[in-house]
């Protein structure tokens, strides 16, 4: 291989390493650019282990901006705090003497068994914390109550869609730009290079690069200014990056999703999202907080009470969100969690930790 092809896969695999984010386990990005049409965007599952895991962002033009999302971690319940694990199947509560939360940076642990936690920055994992050791110190009666007021910011629907369409706007140039740095430096630079090798066409093109790269510098300088909204720390620095680094100059708008303070729960995304996709997630979502063992005495938990109001407020039919899909049967027996079918309905699900099933009408 010639020095420019080795050069070539290296900027490559760079490349795709600065197209990861490293999230939570159990969070996800939500991306795109007009309102009512983003996607999402979940963890590899090749890339998930110990807690965290990687998705792969948009790595072709046109590059998208990304909002991360995760859904509540803790709920209280009678018994105690409930740790909700991503993928689990083991249900984690924690009596309430034995809470006491540990935040260390973006970890939490909440005491008791319990495993530990993580968020996708340090202002969320102490907000989570400091709301946990509030909810301990409160009466049973009131503990939903305080749930449903600290959770409502995360699921204020057009406050997601403004977080969304401010950070589109404040990324296009830098993305615009990225665009033509990632198909000048793959496609322009490497076709001049096979065609001419070590001539000065060659070398006109990199020329070429190093001019879309500094232009890319200025513009990270310009939407990185206080006026433009969360302060960028080591601007300077970064902008260096940009100037120097292909991967880095390409992916330059990045910095401005990692900015984001307040993480909105995956319903939050109601107006950015794609009707489709926003409705699925929603109904495993809800099905998640609404179906647990005990089901069908037992009222609303704090999760579940949260969302039907939600769900009530934007006039969202919460009966649609309970349909099995059309592979079950009439008369079928299910599980209104999992969905998983039975032959009989004389043992609950032993996949839901206990669910009773249900049989469809
Ligand atoms: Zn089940």
């Known amino acids: 291989m010639t020095d420019g092809q080795t050069l070539f896969i290296a900027f490559a695999f760079l490349y795709l390493l600065e197209c990861l984010r490293w999230l939570p386990e159990s969070?996800?990005?939500?991306?795109?650019?007009?309102?009512?049409?983003?996607?999402?965007?979940?963890?590899?599952?090749?890339?998930?282990?110990?807690?965290?895991g990687a998705v792969l962002t948009r790595w072709l033009p046109p590059l998208e901006p990304a909002i991360t999302v995760m859904p509540w971690p803790f709920v209280p319940r009678d018994s105690g705090l409930e740790v909700i694990v991503a993928g689990s199947k083991s249900r984690f509560i924690v009596p309430w003497d034995e809470v006491s939360p540990q935040v260390d940076e973006t970890k939490v642990r909440i005491g008791g068994e319990s495993p530990m936690v993580r968020f996708v920055n340090a202002t969320q994992a102490a907000a989570w914390s400091e709301a946990v050791t509030c909810w301990k110190a409160l009466p049973t009666e009131k503990r939903t109550q305080a749930f449903a007021t600290f959770v409502r910011p995360s699921l204020d629907a057009p406050a997601v869609e403004k977080m969304g369409l401010?950070?589109?706007?404040?990324?296009?140039?830098?993305?615009?730009?990225?665009?033509?740095?990632?198909?000048?430096?793959?496609?322009?630079?490497?076709?001049?290079?096979?065609?001419?090798?070590?001539?000065?066409?060659?070398?006109?093109?990199?020329?070429?690069?190093?001019?879309?790269?500094?232009?890319?510098?200025?513009?990270?300088?310009?939407?990185?200014?206080?006026?433009?909204?969360?302060?960028?720390p080591w601007r300077y620095a970064k902008a260096l990056g940009i100037l120097f680094f292909?991967?880095?100059?390409?992916?330059?708008?990045?910095?401005?999703?990692?900015?984001?303070?307040?993480?909105?729960?995956?319903?939050?995304?109601?107006?950015?999202?794609?009707?489709?996709?926003?409705?699925?997630t929603a109904a495993e979502i809800w099905r998640h907080s609404r179906f647990l063992p005990g089901w069908p005495t037992t009222t609303d938990g704090a999760d579940a009470a949260a969302m039907r109001k939600f769900f009530q407020k934007h006039k969202i039919d919460i009966a649609?969100?309970?349909?099995?899909?059309?592979?079950?049967?009439?008369?079928?027996?299910?599980?209104?969690?999992?969905?998983?079918?039975?032959?009989?309905?004389?043992?609950?699900?032993?996949?839901?930790?206990?669910?009773e099933l249900k049989t469809r009408d």
């Open 27 to 52: 969070a996800w990005l939500v991306s795109g650019h007009d309102s009512g049409r983003w996607k999402e965007r979940r963890i590899l599952e090749i890339l998930r282990g110990r807690g965290i």
């Open 246 to 280: 292909p991967p880095l100059s390409i992916r330059a708008a990045d910095t401005f999703g990692r900015l984001q303070e307040t993480i909105p729960h995956p319903l939050g995304c109601l107006k950015l999202l794609k009707e489709k996709v926003w409705q699925q």
């Open 320 to 355: 649609a969100l309970e349909t099995p899909s059309d592979r079950i049967p009439a008369g079928g027996i299910y599980c209104p969690r999992c969905h998983a079918t039975y032959l009989k309905a004389d043992t609950p699900c032993v996949d839901c930790a206990g669910v």
């Open 166 to 232: 401010d950070l589109e706007r404040r990324t296009r140039w830098l993305r615009f730009n990225g665009d033509l740095i990632l198909m000048w430096l793959f496609m322009g630079v490497t076709v001049m290079y096979w065609r001419f090798g070590d001539h000065w066409q060659t070398l006109a093109a990199l020329g070429l690069l190093l001019f879309f790269m500094l232009q890319q510098a200025v513009l990270f300088l310009l939407a990185s200014r206080a006026k433009n909204g969360a302060p960028v």
